[in-house]
């Protein structure tokens, strides 16, 4: 098991950036396949990008492609979502989510393929 936090959420016009962060504590990070989520208040919860272990594979939901980038530093056992070009449509709770894998190419992309998660960081786009 590892314990997430997520940061670096906030406010931002729409066309502005943010940097997602997702601090793992555990000794066992650099093996855990992660994956960004959002939830919009009324909505279901959504897929939005996903990283294996290694880094060599990643996965990102069609409404995200171009605009934002998944990345991750297991020296500093941490993960990242780049969010460019944000449009009032990507405000939600964001979550990160680990799952333990021996798979270096796996990239989850369904919420059900974890069983760790954040608490979430909210994100709020302005038009």
């Known amino acids: 098991q590892v314990r997430l936090v997520e940061s670096g959420g906030g406010l931002v016009q729409a066309g502005g950036s943010l940097r997602l962060s997702c601090a793992a504590s555990?000794?066992?990070?650099?093996?855990?396949?992660m994956g960004w989520f959002r939830q919009a208040p009324g909505k279901e919860r959504e897929f939005v990008a996903a990283?294996?272990?290694?880094?060599?594979?990643?996965a990102y939901a069609n409404f995200v492609k171009g605009r934002f980038t998944i990345s991750r530093d297991n020296a500093k056992n941490t993960v990242f979502l780049q969010m460019n070009s944000l449009r009032s449509e990507d405000t939600a709770v964001y979550s990160c989510?680990?799952?333990?894998?021996?798979?270096?190419?796996?990239?989850?992309?369904?919420?059900?393929?974890?069983?760790?998660w954040g608490q979430g960081t909210q994100v709020t786009v302005s038009s």
């Open positions: 555990g000794r066992t990070f650099s093996n855990y396949a």
């Open positions: 990283i294996s272990w290694s880094g060599v594979s990643t």
């Open positions: 989510a680990g799952r333990l894998s021996n798979n270096p190419s796996l990239a989850i992309t369904t919420p059900s393929g974890y069983d760790n």
